[in-house]
Each structure stands twice: as structure tokens, then as C-alpha cells.
């Protein structure tokens, strides 16, 4: 998958710890709370505004694209 947007390392601990729970309940998962530190192991946010990919057995036809 390709994504196009934007990149930012995110700062704010209270999204960070938003994220890494949304990280936890989805892949049953318990990541240590000092990991994403931003200047030791980055969290980052991506803005996207579109997003493309290919199924290897659908090449030659019509490829996904989404647009947001």
C-alpha cells in the first residue's frame, strides 16, 4: 500500500497513550509507555489524502484507490 500525505512525529503524550491503547485492544498487545518517547523512538502521525494498492492477482485489471 502507498500513502500519500503527511508526516509528523507527535508529541502530545495524551494522543500518543490514545494511540498505543487503541494498539493494545486491537492486537492484544502491551506496549511499554516509554517507548514512543519522541526523541528516543517516534510516534508518527500521518495525514493522508490518498491511498493506493495492488492485489498481485488483480494487476492487470483495475488497481484500489482511495481518496479522502
Not at 491503547?21 to 492486537?27: F, G, I, W
Not at 516509554?34 to 491511498?51: G, Y
Request: no cysteine.
Amino acid at each position: 500500500m502507498i500513502v500519500d500525505g503527511g508526516a509528523a512525529v507527535e508529541r502530545d503524550p495524551d494522543r500518543i497513550a490514545a494511540f498505543l491503547d487503541a494498539t493494545d485492544l486491537t492486537y492484544h498487545e502491551n506496549i511499554e509507555r516509554r517507548l514512543p518517547d519522541p526523541d528516543v523512538n517516534a510516534t508518527v502521525k500521518i495525514t493522508s489524502v490518498s491511498a493506493f494498492s495492488l492485489d498481485d492477482a488483480g494487476f492487470t485489471q483495475m488497481p484500489t484507490r482511495w481518496a479522502w
